[in-house]
Structures are given as structure tokens and as C-alpha cells.
């Protein structure tokens, strides 16, 4: 018998993947995780019955979450992971040779758990236990709200602004965020479809504008995501991608991340530009 895992993406639209095996179904303490294996995208990870990462293609969403603000930073040695459990950006961020210590703070310890047994490939940093990576099972907002002047860079890998992730979206998170960075320091979150969620993409990009000097967004194509756009905010103390020149060399394998997306990723259409001007001239 054929079986599907959906995820409603919006009341109209769905998008459904065939699986011949339900590896994980369960609660945690604050969502429901389930891990399918799909014909399509081989291991995939569910939470609250939305589609988060698949071995086929997680790569875009990891490099671009990691790669665009490390690249951006002339020199980033202290970077924190709020969120990702997955493991994913993680593993990325270990991988410049200019970072010393990547602290990952992940809300759920059951998405770990999880991730390193069905997800080895995303999960490769914390399973290999990478000596730049600490794991902190715990609250990110908080976390981040007991820090000042601390970061380099802060990557805030969130599920849906529901449940868990709900308060990483708010002004005050940002404030918080902005305090506990460098005075040259950055910081990028994914802020969902450009397409289906203007109206969160465009508060994000107002709160973080107000906080920060220089506030950008730029997009990938993922195709678990809805629409197959995502897009990511990114706030900057000093640091511009619009004016980014490489100060070093990208040695080691990427998939989809390269110099020329760097600054690509940054040239936005016009109906988001459109909507992200209106919000700000509110």
C-alpha cells in the first residue's frame, strides 16, 4: 500500500512526499517529531507536520545559512547556532578554519537524539563531537539575552514562528541579538517564503532595521520549502554583502554555495523589494 507524509503549507496548498518507512513517530517535550524515509528525498525530518530537512537536499539551506555570513565577516572566530539541531549548520561552521568555537543552543534534545541516529550526514559535527563544537541543550533567547559583546556571528536556525520558535521572531530578540554581538558583528535568520509569508518577512526586516545599521535579505531555492524560495535576514553591525570582496579563500567542497552566489543571493525581485520598502517607510 502506498503511504504519504503531507505538510499543509498553507489552507490551499499542500505538498506530499511518498515514504515506504515511518522510522520515528513521537512527542517531545514541545513538538511532535516524526522521521520518514521518502523515495524522493531519502530521510526526512517532521516536526509539528512540517517538513525541516532530507538527505537529498539539505545542503542549500546548511550552506547558505552558514557560508554567506561567515564569508561576509572578515574574520569570524565565535559563532553561535540558535537552533539546528538537525546538526547541519553546525557542520558547516566547523569547516572555516578561522572559526575556534561554534555553541549550538537547541531547545528540543529530542531532535538531536534524533537527528544523529537517522541523520548521520547532517549530524556528521556533532556525532564526530568536533572539538570547535559545544552542544547546549536550552533556551536560545535566553541564552542570547545573558550576552553582550560576545559573538562574531549568530545564525538563528528556527523552525516556524509556532510552538518553540515563536519568540525568535519578535523585536525584543533582535535588540537582544544586536547587544549580544561585536561591534562588527553579524547575524542571519531564516525568515521562511518570500512568496506565502510576506507579511512575517516584511516585520522581520522592519524590526531588524531598526536595530541594526545595515539590514539585508537575500534567497535560495530549497525545494522541501513552500514555493521551493526561502529567504533569510541578515543584520549587520558594519559588514555589507552589497560591498562584499572576498579577504580569503574558499578551501574546501561545497554543492550549491560559491563566490558568485555571495553576492547573487543578495539581488532581490522587484515585488520583494517592493513589499520590504513599504514596511519600512510605515
Known sequence: MTQW???????????????????YSGKSDFQTIEVAHSLEYGNMLVLDGVFQTSEREEFVYHEMMSHIPLFLHPNPKHVLIIGGGDGGVARECVRHN????????????????????????????????????????????????????????????????????EGLFTEEFYKNTHRALKEDGLFVQQTESPVMHQQLVSDVFYYVNKHFPVTRLYTAFIPLYPTGMHCFTMGSKKHDPLTWESNRELDFTTKYYNYGIQKSAF??????????????AE
Open 5 to 23: 507524509i503531507k505538510e499543509m503549507q498553507s489552507p490551499h496548498l499542500a505538498l506530499s512526499a511518498e515514504v515506504d518507512e515511518i522510522l
Open 98 to 165: 578561522c572559526v575556534e568555537t561554534v555553541t549550538m543552543v537547541e531547545i528540543d534534545g529530542k531532535v538531536v537524539e534524533l537527528a544523529k541516529q537517522y541523520l548521520p550526514s547532517i549530524a556528521d559535527a556533532m556525532i564526530r563531537q568536533d572539538p570547535k563544537l559545544t552542544v547546549t541543550i536550552g533556551d536560545g533567547i535566553g541564552h542570547v539575552a545573558e550576552k553582550e559583546n560576545f559573538y562574531d556571528v549568530i545564525i538563528v536556525d528556527c523552525s516556524d514562528p509556532i510552538g518553540p520558535g
Open 267 to 280: 539581488v532581490l525581485p522587484n515585488f520583494v523589494k517592493q513589499y520590504l520598502q513599504a514596511r519600512i
